[in-house]
T-cell receptor, first 114, second 113 residues
Framework: EAQVTQNPRYLITVTGKKLTVTCSQNMNHEYMSWYRQDPGLGLRQIYY???????DKGDVPEGYKVSRKEKRNFPLILESPSPNQTSLYFC?????????????FGSGTRLTVV | TQLLEQSPQFLSIQEGENLTVYCNSSSVFSSLQWYRQEPGEGPVLLVT?????EVKKLKRLTFQFGDARKDSSLHITAAQPGDTGLYLC?????????????FGSGTQLTVLP
């Protein structure tokens, strides 16, 4: 089954403790992206990657890092999480040259930073 | 950052009623997508519109792209409880980077039986 898999689904952590949210897709998509979703603010893009070793900042990149060493994986790293990073996070992927295809989203990671 | 305004933010209607959700921007889109999101899941693509004035139908859902490609609407006919969910529009702007989508804040639709 074609899918984007995120782990973990739920995470509670303390301020300052480094964490990584993993994202993997099995569709050979070139494009991958991370979004955070907050009430009333919709989905805001954190980082995106056009292909392996190519990443760029989205609208809200502060406090986050990403890497794209392999085509299928795009982990999101929070080096020193803070309470304002409490949010629902989504990873998404898409074929680069098929704009009508749309994005395939993972099921989300609900992160709470206390 | 280019903005997408979606309205209404919340909508609660009775089964069988019709409704329209709007998505507007001051900038021109190269394409626009509509997604539906259910609790505990990621958004799922409903449709992509590309051409100004384009109309697409998906069963009881009708999607329209404005002639100037700055706005779009989603019309649901005879809504059913299964239509309940968060509806999101997402646009790729002409001036934006390839494959970058900007999302509206969403319309939370509740259809009461």
């Amino acid at each position: 089954e074609a899918q984007v898999t995120q782990n973990p689904r739920y995470l509670i952590t303390v301020t300052g403790k480094k964490l990584t949210v993993t994202c993997s897709q099995n569709m050979n998509h070139e494009y991958m992206s991370w979004y955070r979703q907050d009430p009333g603010l919709g989905l805001r893009q954190i980082y995106y990657s056009m292909n392996v070793e190519v990443t760029d900042k989205g609208d809200v990149p502060e406090g986050y890092k990403v890497s794209r060493k392999e085509k299928r994986n795009f982990p999101l790293i929070l080096e020193s999480p803070s309470p304002n990073q409490t949010s629902l996070y989504f990873c998404a992927s898409s074929p680069r040259d098929r704009p009508l295809y749309g994005y395939t989203f993972g099921s989300g990671t609900r992160l709470t930073v206390v | 950052t280019q903005l997408l305004e979606q309205s209404p933010q919340f909508l609660s209607i009775q089964e069988g009623e019709n409704l329209t959700v709007y998505c507007n921007s001051s900038s021109v889109f190269s394409s626009l997508q509509w997604y539906r999101q259910e609790p505990g899941e990621g958004p799922v693509l409903l449709v992509t519109v590309v051409t100004g004035g384009e109309v697409k139908k998906l069963k009881r859902l009708t999607f329209q792209f404005g002639d100037a490609r700055k706005d779009s609407s989603l019309h649901i006919t005879a809504a059913q409880p299964g239509d309940t969910g968060l509806y999101l529009c997402a646009g790729q702007f002409l001036s934006g980077s390839a494959r970058q989508l900007t999302f509206g804040s969403g319309t939370q639709l509740t259809v009461l039986p």
